[in-house]
């Protein structure tokens, strides 16, 4: 059960999590993963992403993991920690029990694999 003391993650926090998943990623690696995992509906520039890294890190979300030189650049790395695992596992609970309370309720179709064809509504015409 979700603390009621956290707020819900917004969306850009919650696809950064979600790309950690996956291990270390460096801030491009980052922006990258977020853009896929959300379909393209969450694009970050730099400047965003490092707004949503400082935010994590303060609440310990994530940490460093390690910095590398590439071109004359220092890249560094984030990880999830522990703390940012159980968040982001109890934030995607609470999503699908909130798409649960939609799909549970909306009228079931008996549509064939595929087919975006509705069924027609009978239409009365003039006399």
């Known amino acids: 059960m979700r603390s ?22 460096h801030g ?9 995992l959300s379909d393209e509906r969450v694009t970050l520039a730099a400047g965003s ?8 890190l303060g609440e310990g979300l994530i940490t460093a993991d390690g910095e590398e030189i590439v071109n004359g650049r220092a ?7 522990d703390e940012g695992h159980r968040v982001l596992a109890e ?3 609470r999503l699908a029990r909130a798409a ?6 909306l009228p079931h179709r ?5 087919s975006t064809h509705q069924p027609s ?5 003039p006399a």
């Open 75 to 81: 890249r560094r790395y984030y990880r999830l920690t």
């Open 4 to 25: 009621t003391s956290r707020p819900a993650l917004r969306e850009p926090s919650y696809f950064v999590l979600a790309a950690l998943l996956g291990g270390p990623l």
């Open 121 to 125: 509504i009978a239409r009365i015409r």
């Open 100 to 105: 649960r309370v939609v799909m549970d309720r």
């Open 49 to 56: 992403l490092y707004s949503v890294i400082d935010r994590l």
């Open 91 to 93: 934030e995607a609970d």
């Open 110 to 114: 008996s549509l064939p694999q595929g």
């Open 28 to 36: 491009y690696a980052v922006i990258k993963r977020v853009t896929e």
